[in-house]
């Protein structure tokens, strides 16, 4: 684990011992892998410092050396905030994770909208005196609940993006779906498309993109003939797990638009937990999210 603190609009970074010569250069571009014009425009400011004085680039770094980075310097908020409560599962200076409710929307979808999970955790900063470049690191369909990361400037935005993209976050997901599975586990791989004929839908289609789900049979209940799934992803497809699991013949109870019942108000999908390492720290972060549905979905 990474020692850090927060100084002004500074990032501390405590040089571990693993990282005893390298140097500045090194660190951000090998380690934390940052955006390039980031590092050029805290390169050509002279903005890094090095125990508290203008930073050598090139200069081996000793442990315990104290690195200034300007990760809060210059952060603006350009989303409109917008009162929705909402469950903070997790929060620090560099990110935060949201229980999402059903019925709202991960971010806008149109200019001028200002009802979604991003305006509410825009105004939750704001409360809080915050103001910086929020974004949402993945997303979630309007009626699935659950975890979401977002984060709070460009430098943690950009490594939990590549980490998303290298699969260093792992989501988990609860679904309830019509039907006994043949198997307690499985691997459903098959790409996925654009409906033809659906402007929102998804198919399956050898042509579509490659999409790779992971179910376990959690429970039976045989009186609804429902059984309560857990999936991991190893794509991020758009509803990947509702698509997925309607390919084989049982799809998400409430999932109308791939053949669920109408038993609940929405698909009975859930994001119950998220696990990476923090982008920054490198700490082992989990965290659970609670179902929220009133009257409840999942027991």
Not at 46 to 65: I, R, S, Y
Not at 207 to 234: F, M, P, S
Not at 256 to 265: A, E, H, M
């Amino acid at each position: 684990m990474i020692k850090t603190n927060r100084k002004g609009s500074y990032l501390e970074i405590v040089i571990p011992e693993k990282w005893a010569g390298l140097t500045i250069e090194e660190i951000l571009k090998n380690i934390y892998k940052a955006p390039k014009k980031l590092v050029h425009e805290w390169r050509m400011s002279k903005d890094v410092l090095l125990n508290g004085t203008a930073a050598k680039w090139t200069e081996p770094l000793k442990k315990g050396f104290q690195l200034y980075l300007p990760v809060y310097k210059h952060e603006v908020q350009l989303t409109e905030a917008a009162f929705i409560e909402i469950d903070v599962l997790y929060e620090d200076d560099d990110l935060l994770v949201v229980n999402k409710p059903a019925g709202l929307e991960t971010h806008p979808s149109e200019p001028g909208q200002t009802q979604s999970l991003l305006n509410a955790v825009a105004y939750h900063l704001l409360t809080e005196g915050e103001n910086c470049e929020l974004r949402h690191i993945h997303r979630l369909d309007q009626d699935t609940t659950g975890a979401i990361v977002f984060s709070k400037n460009a430098f943690t935005g950009a490594i939990l993006q590549r980490m998303l993209d290298e699969r260093r976050i792992k989501r988990t997901y609860k679904a309830l779906v019509h039907g006994k599975l043949s198997q307690r586990k499985g691997t459903i791989s098959a790409n996925i498309g654009r409906d033809r004929h659906h402007a929102t839908r998804r198919r399956v289609s050898p042509t579509g993109q490659k999409a790779i789900t992971h179910y376990e049979t959690l429970h039976y209940d045989r009186k609804n003939d429902l059984t309560l799934v857990q999936c991991t992803l190893d794509t991020g497809r758009t509803h990947q797990i509702r698509v997925h699991l309607s390919h084989i013949g049982h799809p998400l109870a409430g999932d109308t638009l791939y053949g669920g019942k109408p038993i609940f108000p929405r698909q009975a999908l859930h994001a119950y937990k998220i696990q990476f390492k923090h982008p920054i720290t490198e700490e082992n972060i989990e965290i659970e999210a609670p179902f929220i549905d009133n009257p409840p979905i999942f027991q």
